[in-house]
């Protein structure tokens, strides 16, 4: 019910930018609290930012000021912008919808910050 697809990764230089796009399938989506989450290797899964349905916002210390979280209720999409990447921002980012108790992933886009 609420298939999700990731994409917008990629390798970029420290201090570029990237923009995250995560598209739903299913209605439900403007109903639904989206979310972004990562996970580099040997760490655990941690959040990133998350938008609720009316468009309240909220992001982990380590990335405030630096990424913006987005919906288009109209295309059942959400994006992360995210600027003035840094090497420790590399890692799988995945996208997660929460509509009541039920949560979906979706299978995750690379993003690795090298020069």
């Known amino acids: 019910q609420g298939q999700l697809v990731e994409s917008g990764g990629g390798l970029v230089q420290p201090g570029g930018s990237l923009r995250l796009s995560c598209a739903a399938s299913r209605t439900i989506f403007s109903q639904a609290t989206m979310a972004w989450y990562r996970q580099a290797p040997a760490k655990q899964r941690e959040l990133v930012a998350a938008i609720s349905s009316g468009g309240s916002t909220n992001y982990a210390d380590s990335v405030k000021g630096r990424f913006t979280i987005s919906r288009d209720n109209a295309k059942r999409t959400v994006f992360l912008q995210m600027n003035s990447l840094k090497p420790e921002d590399t890692a799988v980012y995945y996208c997660?919808?929460?509509?009541?108790?039920?949560?979906?992933w979706g299978q995750g886009t690379q993003v690795t910050v090298s020069s």
């Open positions: 997660k919808l929460t509509y009541y108790l039920n949560n979906y």
